[in-house]
């Protein structure tokens, strides 16, 4: 069953009455009500359609974190071959929170490290609802510096509400392992390329989201702080939650304005928890062409090109 977001209570009423009207439909063959559950799907098609044409900041958010959109496993299933988990960072533990592995996009072989929330209670809690800790970064270095070493484009799928801020976490470096993972990802002389598939935030997407080219589907979102937590700090009201995200700047389309964003991939209508495989699909299409694209260039101008883009990111922002 479909999980309805606040906003989208006017839909979940008419898609509620026409499933009703199509199982009348079936106990009852010779009764008209078909037709009438056919008119409200096309009512409920074009309310969806107007809904998610104007969304704002806040509701982005609200999209991004949706239980049932695809999730970093599943576009590892869907999108590559050959995908073989590598654990732990040599130090300390394996983190949950972060997966990755080696892998073939379109018969390439590539590095592919991600942020994995879970779909279920039990699955969340063991990856930590996609919060990682320091081992998590420090693994995500270790298969960098891997791929680094045998020419592997390295790609980063991000969904996480940001680095976990536990006592543990700040105990074993929780700053210095997100410093180290930014420094290494402007080091790599191979392709970097992020995909911000969901939620992204704060220091913990930076770490993985240093790339060559960042993409960011149509509904997800990136900010340094949450709105929660920005509006916790300036309004002492987590509520204003809403202003916040307005004041942020957080959406895709905001930072393509600025450069943080290269692309902006489409989502299916109704977001990508609607049609998943048409979101994975763009995605994939998306890869292949940026890793094509990178594969030309020689080692020392990506890596110049990419520290390059970042010192250039506040004169676009300004200039914006």
């Not at 409200?40 to 958010?61: G, H, R």
């Not at 592995?101 to 018969?107: F, N, Y």
Request: hydrophobic fraction near 40%.
């Amino acid at each position: 069953m479909t999980q309805y977001l606040e906003f989208e209570k006017p839909l979940a009423e008419i898609e509620g009455k026409a499933n009703e009207l199509r199982a009348m439909a079936n106990e009852t063959p010779e009764a008209e009500v078909g037709k009438e559950a056919d008119q409200l799907d096309q009512k409920a098609a074009d309310l969806l359609e107007k809904l998610y044409a104007n969304l704002t900041p806040w509701q982005k958010c609200q999209v991004a974190r949706h239980p049932e959109r695809p999730h970093c496993m599943d576009y590892i299933d869907a999108i590559f071959t050959e995908y073989t988990p590598l654990a732990g960072d040599r130090n300390f533990a394996d983190d949950h929170a972060v997966m990755g592995g080696i892998a073939r996009l379109d018969g390439r072989p590539v590095m592919v490290i991600g942020h994995e929330k879970g779909n279920d209670t039990k699955s969340r809690i063991a990856r930590n609802f996609g919060m990682a800790r320091p081992e998590g970064y420090r693994k995500a270095i270790r298969l960098m510096d891997m791929a680094d070493r045998f020419g592997l484009p390295v790609i980063t799928l991000v969904d996480t509400p940001g680095a976990y801020p536990g006592k543990g976490a700040e105990e074993r470096g929780q700053s210095e392992a997100i410093a180290r993972s930014t420094e290494k990802c402007l080091a790599l002389s191979v392709p970097l390329i992020s995909v911000v598939i969901g939620e992204g935030g704060s220091g913990g997407v930076v770490a993985f989201a240093t790339a060559n080219r960042v993409a960011m589907l149509e509904h997800s979102i990136y900010s340094v702080i949450s709105p929660e937590g920005c509006a916790s700090i300036l309004w002492k009201d987590a509520a204003k939650a809403n202003e916040a995200a307005e004041a942020l700047r957080l959406t895709a389309q905001n930072l393509k304005e600025i450069g943080v964003c290269d692309m902006v991939i489409t989502e299916p209508k109704g977001g990508a928890h609607r049609s998943p495989t048409a979101a994975i699909e763009s995605v994939q299409q998306t890869l292949i062409a940026m890793v094509d694209e990178l594969s030309e260039l020689s080692g020392a101008d990506v890596r110049n090109a990419r520290r390059q883009k970042y010192l250039n990111l506040g004169a676009i922002g300004l200039a914006a």
